[in-house]
């Protein structure tokens, strides 16, 4: 009976132990695990501290660029708009320019007018050729070239053909008789010939031609 007794005792005391020890074990575990959370937690709040700092960084570069794009818009409509307003003066100064190298040839008009309205129109032919001499000059000085090209080949260009005449000892396609002369400026057709061209002759050998366009 005593003997039984302590069997008992000493079955209770090893399952007390091993309680002891399931407790610490458990009480382990639970530390562990509630370590390998905090570190997880710390990693994430630390992961969205960098992207937070990361926005607020590209957030700032695309300010900094807009700044940068307005800025540039700004001075770009600045450039362009005193470029234009440059070049309305240079175009008014031009066309005034122009206009005051034309009044002495108004001037001279004026005088013929006047002579032949006292004198007589005998010798209004004289003066009006000689008015005319002097306005071609003065639109010459200014870089008006006078289109006048009877007898040349026809160049679709600088000639506008009103008419066909035909020809068979001309080379064919060759201005017969200029109507309304032509103008250009800065190599630019301001207004072209106005021109009759023949047909039915001769085509115009190839040398002819190259040594026409040079």
């Known amino acids: 009976m005593a003997e039984e007794e302590k069997n008992e005792q000493a079955a209770e005391a090893a399952e007390a132990e091993a309680a002891n020890v399931e407790e610490t074990v458990d009480a382990e575990a639970a530390e562990d695990l509630e370590e390998a959370i905090g570190a997880e937690a710390d990693e994430a709040v630390a992961g969205v501290v960098d992207e937070s700092e990361e926005l607020a960084k590209a957030k700032q570069e695309v300010a900094d660029w807009q700044n940068k794009y307005l800025r540039l818009h ?7 708009r005193r470029t234009n307003e440059q070049r309305e003066v240079e175009k008014a100064r031009a066309n005034e ?13 004026e005088r013929t007018i006047d002579y032949a309205e006292k004198n007589g129109t005998d010798n209004l032919l004289g003066g009006v050729e000689a008015v005319y001499a002097k306005l071609v000059n003065t639109l010459q000085t200014d870089g008006v070239e006078v ?12 000639h506008q053909a009103v ?8 080379y064919d396609e060759t201005v017969a ?15 072209p010939a106005m021109v009759t061209v023949t047909t039915g002759g001769p085509k115009r050998p190839a040398e002819d031609a190259g040594e026409d366009d040079e």
């Open 177 to 191: 008789a200029v109507y309304q002369k032509g103008y250009k400026m800065g190599g630019k057709v301001i207004r």
């Open 163 to 170: 008419a066909t005449v035909p020809d068979t000892e001309a």
């Open 97 to 109: 320019k122009l206009v005051e190298s034309l009044l002495p040839v108004l001037d001279d008009f």
């Open 147 to 158: 289109i006048d090209p009877a007898g040349e080949p026809f160049d679709a260009l600088q």
């Open 74 to 80: 700004a001075e770009w409509d600045t450039y362009r």
